[in-house]
């Protein structure tokens, strides 16, 4: 009988990372997790995107695409713009801030601690996703921040307060009510006991108390998508 652990997929190494392209004067990016570089002579890298996203559209229209690799306090709603919502629908480059690499791909700065562009060498289809080849063009640091592991995003900023953040309180946090709504939209999980420091909610706030203007730091919904779990 074959084992399939999913979690054990999570002990690989991967980070957090916007992937971006652009044609005919239009640009969009997304977040991916599964990148890596794979050989040295010529230096290529490989990225997996997803076959309903526009931004794949612009990189097989293009053949160009540049990553950023976000540093760990990069806020929820920098990675809720890029990773939940649609550049069919809003410009995500418009609420952020970026720059132009010499491809003329733009390259978010906002939380980035360096960043790759690249030519499309060869793809490969993989199903839901496509896997791109790049060769790399450019590539520089912007900080020397600590980059973003998806681990970390899942395990201490997914509805938590990172350990490093001033309104991290252990000890107050076990001691308020528990309560936990989750947003029906992207699975997010709103925990009283950590509040949403990257909208300025301290630890022990409960769901009801909460601003009525307030929504979701990964996609954006209100409140009214969240359901007590």
């Known amino acids: 009988m ?7 997929l999570f002990s690989l190494n991967c980070g957090m990372y916007i992937i971006s392209s652009g044609y005919n004067g239009k640009h969009n990016g997304m977040i991916i997790n599964a990148l890596v570089q794979v050989t040295a002579f010529p230096n290529q890298i490989i990225a997996s995107v997803n076959k309903e996203s526009l931004t794949l559209e612009y990189i097989e229209k293009s053949g160009l695409f540049n990553i950023t690799v976000l540093d760990k306090d990069a806020p929820l709603q ?6 939940f919502q649609t550049g069919k629908k ?15 791909i733009p390259i978010v700065t906002e939380h980035t601690v360096s960043y790759v562009e690249t030519k499309v060498v060869s793809k490969l289809d993989a199903g839901t996703h496509v896997l791109f080849l790049g060769e790399v063009l450019e590539s520089e640091f912007l900080t020397q921040e600590e980059p973003m ?27 308020v009510e528990i309560e936990r709504h989750r947003c029906t939209v992207c699975g997010y999980i709103y925990d009283s006991r950590y509040g949403d420091p990257d909208s300025g909610i301290d630890c022990g706030i409960l769901f009801k108390d909460l601003p009525e203007d307030w929504v979701c730091p990964i996609c954006g919904a209100g409140k009214d998508k969240f359901v007590k779990i």
């Open 149 to 175: 592991t998806y681990n970390y995003y899942r395990d201490v900023k997914g509805g938590k307060v990172p350990r490093t953040a001033a309104t991290f309180h252990p000890e107050e946090a076990d001691k």
């Open 90 to 104: 809003i410009d995500k480059f418009s609420k952020t801030q970026f720059i132009s690499g010499k491809n003329g």
């Open 2 to 8: 074959s084992i399939l652990n999913i979690d054990a």
């Open 78 to 83: 920098l990675i809720g713009l890029f990773g």
